[in-house]
């Protein structure tokens, strides 16, 4: 059977590394194609970049960062942030990109999904949310709702839907980023990654909250999901790669392990 | 010089990356008189079978390529062009190749629908309910190989490589199969006859243990 897959997350701004904190302040930790090529070669599954660039002039320093990578890292990646058209997405693949993320983009132009998924294939792109946990109510029923721009807008959807729809729409995977465990290293989402991976039939990436290799377990196990993003757990060195595929192995997950050179 | 086939199909780039990190010389060619002279032919792809058949008929590069195989040229399928070698795809129902006989298939999930209830006994003992079969199958998986294959030989049990697709190659005859993945059920990954071989799984983007089969491709 397939592997969990573990994914390292690199926020990118302005062309270096950045580690959001609860979305409020980021801080420059490296050169992004460096931590790409440490952790391919310590054995992560795949990567995940996310371009926070806030000035639209500096967007061009992705593709240069998109295209280091595919030189230098033999595993799929994806790239998202600030993916607005078919053309966008399509300029990140020719770089060397497998697959796109896209997130506000697609709230405001479901469209996008069902374009990139006919234009590219829907392994190709992966549909990333934003998720706060709200009061339950007509419009949200599920209690967890829709943001965009980094979580400063609320849209009014409610998440169990949109990742139905998006679905539908043609997206291959899904990212469940939780603003409120994102940046807390106190645990990923686990009732919101569950309802949505029993919700979807598309691989589920559990995203945000995560600081020890116990909650990437309770992510694969009790939130169901077919992988888990971590990044400032491995970006500060807390843990390395092997560490957590050992954790997880050791606890009886099916994890990729570096067996031949 | 290894030649890579363009029609098309995507992983082009992600292959030509690979070589030349690996220091292989290779030359992307669409014009089928470059991949009959070809010293070694890559035949990548990623997309659907019909689509792939058509671009490769346009061009003229059906023809080039039984030529080349019927000569001797060292033949390199990847995930489509490990798919449309057969000489049929269940994906478009589509006329392919014949390099090899046998088909294309798809894989069936084991259960009809997700609303379907699973038979006792086959619960998850987490969940209550066994996880439904995904398709496409993508992530990593292990490849075992069943029968030694120079293009493999650096294998070890339990390596696994990266895998995206809904299809898999099913050759008519078993002695055509060098390996094998579990999803599911065992099915083919690595499959050919005497100068073609072709794997359903990425070796541009499995790491070290993808890029030796292209290392091992271009020595041999």
Not at chain 1, 168 to 175: I, K, N, R, T, W
Not at chain 1, 220 to 247: C, F, R
Not at chain 2, 130 to 146: D, S
Request: contains cysteine; hydrophobic residues 40%.
């Amino acid at each position: 059977m397939l592997s969990k897959r573990i994914i390292a997350c690199l926020d990118v701004r302005d062309g270096k590394l950045a580690k959001s904190v609860k979305f409020v302040d980021t801080q420059d930790i490296g050169d992004p194609v460096v931590k790409a090529r440490e952790y391919y070669e310590a054995g992560i599954d795949e990567l995940v970049f996310y371009d926070i660039t806030a000035s639209s002039e500096n967007r061009g320093i992705l593709l240069e960062v998109v295209s280091r990578v595919a030189e230098q890292v033999f595993i799929p990646f994806s790239v998202g942030g600030g993916l607005r058209t078919v053309e966008d997405c399509h300029r990140v693949l020719l770089a060397g990109a497998e697959k796109v993320n896209v997130n506000s983009a697609a709230v405001k132009n479901p469209g996008l999904i069902a374009e990139a998924s006919k234009a590219f294939g829907a392994q190709a792109v992966v549909l990333s949310m934003d998720v706060l946990r709200v009061s339950p109510s007509p419009s949200i029923p599920s209690g967890y709702e829709i943001v965009i721009h980094g979580g400063r807008i609320r849209t009014g959807l409610d998440a169990i839907e949109w990742a139905r729809r998006g679905e539908e729409l043609g997206a291959g995977e899904m990212v469940v980023n939780s603003i409120d465990a994102d940046g807390t290293k106190e645990g990923y989402e686990l009732t919101l990654t569950r309802r949505i991976a029993e919700a979807v039939s598309v691989p589920v990436i559990a995203s945000g909250g995560g600081g020890h290799p116990a909650h990437l377990y309770d992510a694969l196990t009790e939130g169901k999901a077919d992988a888990a993003l971590v990044a400032s757990m491995l970006h500060y060195g807390e843990y390395t790669v092997a560490q957590i595929k050992e954790y997880l192995a050791g606890r009886g997950i099916k994890v990729r392990r570096m067996n031949a050179k | 010089m290894i030649t890579l086939v363009d029609y098309n199909a995507g992983n082009l780039t992600s292959v030509r990356r690979a070589l030349t990190h690996l220091g292989i010389p290779s030359q992307i060619s669409a014009d089928p008189e470059v991949v009959r002279r070809a010293d070694k032919i890559i035949f990548p792809g990623v997309g659907a079978a019909g689509a792939a058949m058509r671009t490769l008929r346009e061009r003229g590069l059906d023809a080039a390529l039984k030529e080349a195989f019927a000569k001797g040229t060292p033949i390199l399928g990847i995930c489509i062009g490990c798919q449309i070698i057969l000489e049929h795809s269940e994906e478009d129902d589509a006329e392919c190749l014949g390099l090899l006989a046998g088909k294309t298939v798809r894989f069936r999930p084991k259960l009809p629908s997700p609303l379907t209830p699973l038979p006792a006994g086959e619960e998850d003992s987490c969940s209550g309910v066994r996880e439904r079969l995904k398709i496409p199958h993508m992530g990593w998986n292990a490849v075992t190989v069943i029968q030694p294959h120079p293009l493999l030989a650096h294998l070890r049990p339990g390596d696994e490589l990266y895998f995206v697709h809904s299809y898999y190659p099913q050759p008519a005859d078993p002695a055509h199969i060098y390996a094998v993945s579990d999803y599911g059920g065992e099915f083919p990954v690595a499959i050919g006859k005497d100068n073609l071989f072709a794997v359903q799984f990425h070796a541009e983007k499995s790491g070290a243990v993808g890029l030796r089969v292209l290392e091992n491709f271009s020595e041999q």
